[in-house]
């Protein structure tokens, strides 16, 4: 099942624009990650926010987390045509032991498309 | 260079055949995840397996199979009862037994059933 839920599900700005995308989630997690997925290709992981950690930055990158609402968001400054991209936010869960440690569970995604 | 390779690219499956996918990594990496990607949608985790020789079923498991007989090797076989088997398979590995560490991904296979 689809732990997390992404908002929205489509994005469209343009060049200089910030863009900010939203994930929901339903258990308790330990982290909660993001990647990128270029049309046609891998994930490429962008940044892992832990549960006791409330915000993160990483270059033009800035990741919240809001364990309280179960609720993360994804916002990237001064957007360029290259992060036109489908961003996703994976968890990881609490409690892990053994076999489920790195055991992630994905969003549906969101595309955002930057324009020049 | 350290990475996941999987390979083919693209392959095209007929109907009743069974097709094994592969999946190599040279990151020295325990654990290994086959997931499975439809348009428009998030990744579905198949099987994974966090040690040489040990692996379980995801969240759709049926109709398919793995095996992990060597640490750097994962392969997936799609079998004739995987009644919709047309998606992009993507496979990842991570340390294992170490909480807040990245899955790293292969460039991913489409499969399409012709």
């Known amino acids: 099942s689809q732990q997390g839920e992404e908002d929205p599900q489509a994005l469209s700005i343009q060049e200089g624009e910030n863009a900010t995308m939203n994930c929901s989630y339903k258990t308790s997690i330990n982290n909660l990650q993001w990647y990128r997925q270029n049309s046609g290709r891998g994930l490429v992981h962008l940044i892992l926010i832990r549960s006791n950690e409330r915000e993160k930055h990483s270059g033009r990158l800035r990741v919240t987390l809001d364990t309280s609402k179960k609720s993360s968001s994804l916002l990237i400054t001064a957007s360029r045509a290259a992060d036109t991209a489908s961003y996703f936010c994976a968890t990881a869960p609490a409690n892990a032991g053994g076999t489920s440690y790195g055991k992630l569970t994905f969003g549906q995604g969101t595309i955002l498309t930057v324009h020049p | 260079d350290g990475g996941i390779t999987q390979s083919p690219k693209y392959l095209f499956r007929k109907e009743g055949q069974n097709v094994t996918l592969s999946c190599e990594q040279n990151l020295n990496h325990d654990a290994m995840y086959w997931y499975r990607q439809d348009p428009g949608q998030g990744l579905r985790l198949i099987y994974y397996?966090?040690?040489?020789?040990?692996?379980q079923k995801g969240d759709i498991a049926e109709g398919y199979s793995v095996s992990r007989e060597k640490k750097e090797s994962f392969p997936l076989t799609v079998t004739s009862a995987q009644k919709n088997p047309t998606a992009f398979y993507l496979c990842?590995?991570?340390?294992?037994?170490?909480?807040?560490?990245?899955?790293?991904f292969g460039q991913g296979t489409r499969l399409t059933v012709v």
């Open positions: 397996s966090q040690i040489v020789n040990d692996f």
């Open positions: 990842a590995s991570s340390p294992a037994n170490r909480l807040n560490t990245e899955a790293f």
